[in-house]
């Protein structure tokens, strides 16, 4: 039998996998499925339900669930529609504009959250630079409120999540043979109808794709609305942060996370639902 | 339109055209009628790399013309051209009399059939070949029609609604050529398409694209670096090498009259010796080789005394000469390889004058076939000797 001599023997066969795949298995086990389960328990302790209740029923939590739900569907939109022309970019250009582009979209990756937060506060602020250039070349004659509102929000979480929205499109759109779409053209296809009809449900996995990576890490975002909105934006993680640390409300707070873990698998499965249809 | 009559022009002169008179050294002139694809003088270089030197070629209404060359010999280049994916730096495309050369490809109305097929992924065999006929707007009840009558064409009834990768590779390209043809386009152009399918299937399609060509009546441009598929389909070849087109002709013509020695080496297998011209009277000349041997060749075009030329002896030109026989041009041997290639015998021969030859003979089985180390006496008349200039 040839085998490729890379192949480390202890490996060799059916439980080769299963080897490899143990450690990070029971990593995952012990700090996330444990945690997860406690957080389960604490939610319903005492064996009530009374903190879902109370999450369900009372308004100000059913409006910081949708609050929150509306932020990251506009965020994920707005990710999207900048993300796909940057990603059709990178997909298109030569390679010195790739590189170009692929540091530029790295380098907030490379930032710690926190710097790039507050360097957000200094642009948006009411004297900030934003308002400055708006100012001096008289789009505006008061400085617009961009910052402790849902404008900052979503510009800052935009901001941090653009990147996981560029590269699944961008590696979707690198796998479309160049040939679909010149046998697309000679067919008697218009450029628009050759992007409409070809290019994006060719790229349509990376969109889906993109789309359940931003709108799923949207819905548990702390940081950035946290600092942007100063207290006047509150998002679920936001929310629950509060109940843990100012009202020390553990079993209330783990019946939010549990909610909103529901809610995130829920999302996760509907948009699982429209990618299946798509590619059926 | 204004080109709606040039077209039907060009195509009834094409039909009138058919009849070509071959020149006296045997090739073939240009027709002078005009033809549904004519290219004249395109050129295109990337950067400092000369892809076309300057290309002519006409393509004669409901022919098959293939265009042959090496990788790297400008083909697919030139098939870009005509398809409208490049654009040349110089030259003229014309189509049905028509200059197309700055036309987008969706206004040409040419069908392509690509290498890999080109096949919509996302989309069912019907919606793949209803795609060029969406685009022109028809109406639905005939778009579907005509999917059922194209997929019927090549034998694919039933197949519309599944995908393109639940087909095998010889499907795939029949939906691919269904694709290029349900429009009715003026000319079909294929790009290597039996370059991925097994030697059997391989055969069974390319006599299925020259039956389909035939029934339509449609016009096509064939590009392959396969000689024997070339040979098979076209009722023209176009040897292409480095840019430029080396010879046009009939197939039987490419290969027993090629214009000079990469036509000849390209084209079939060839015994080429280099000699110089000793004699020459008419369309008879005497060659001497170097190894000291004298052979005559006849119908070549007239060179002078001293000329310097390559002598093309195809393996099955010469016969085996039994004692007594003679003929204009003799030679002997010992065979040192024998090659049994299905219904042919090919025998290395090293010549007792020196130099080698190549033979093939068919084979018979009440026939014993010779073995390593026999002597043979090898002879041909003049007229199967070609010459080409050697340099």
Sequence with gaps: MDRPAWRVPVLRGEQGPVLVGLLPLLFLAF?????????????????????????????LYVQVFFETFKIATIVTAVSLLLAYPVAYFLATASPRWVLIGLVFLMLPFWTSILVRTYAWMILLGRNGVLNQILIALGFVSEPVTLLYNVTGVLIGMVHVLLPYMVFPIYSAMLRVDRDL??????????????FWRVFLPLTMPGVMAG???????????????????????????????????QFLEWGFASALSILLLIATLLALLALNRMGWRRSA | MSNGTSAAAARISGRCGGSEAPHPDGRVQASPVPSLL???????????????????????DGEIVTILGPSGSGKTTLLKIVAGFELPDAGRVELAGDDITYVTPASRGIGMVFQNYALFPHMRVAENIAFPLEMRRLARAETQERVTSALALVGLAGYEARYPRQLSGGQQQRVALARAIVFEPRLLLLDEPFGALDRKLREQMQLEVKRLQRQLGITALFVTHDQEEALVLSDRIAVMNGGLIEQIGAPAEVYSRPSNRFVADFIGESNIYRGKVTSASGQVL????????????????????GAEVGLVLRPEAPSELLDGDTVENVTSGVIKDVVYVGDAIKYAIQLDAGGQMVVRWPFRQNLRPHNVGESLRIGWPGDLLHVVDWS
């Design chain 2, 38 to 60: 004519s290219l004249t003088a395109i050129a295109k270089s990337y950067g400092s790399v000369i892809a076309l030197a300057g290309i002519d070629l006409r393509v004669p």
């Design chain 1, 211 to 245: 789309t359940a990576l931003v709108f799923i890490l949207s819905l548990g975002f702390y940081i950035t609305p946290a600092l942007l909105g100063g207290g006047r934006v509150i998002m679920i993680a936001v929310l629950i942060e509060q109940q843990v640390r």
């Design chain 1, 31 to 59: 700090l996330f499925l444990l945690p997860v389960i406690r957080l389960l328990l604490l939610s319903v302790e005492g064996g009530t339900l009374a903190h879902f209740e109370k999450a369900v029923s009372g308004e």
């Design chain 2, 286 to 305: 005497r060659v001497a080789l170097s190894t000291g041997q004298t052979l005559v060749a006849r119908g070549a075009t007239p060179r002078p005394v």
């Design chain 1, 181 to 194: 779409m010149l046998a697309a053209e000679g067919l008697g296809a218009s450029g628009w109808q050759v």
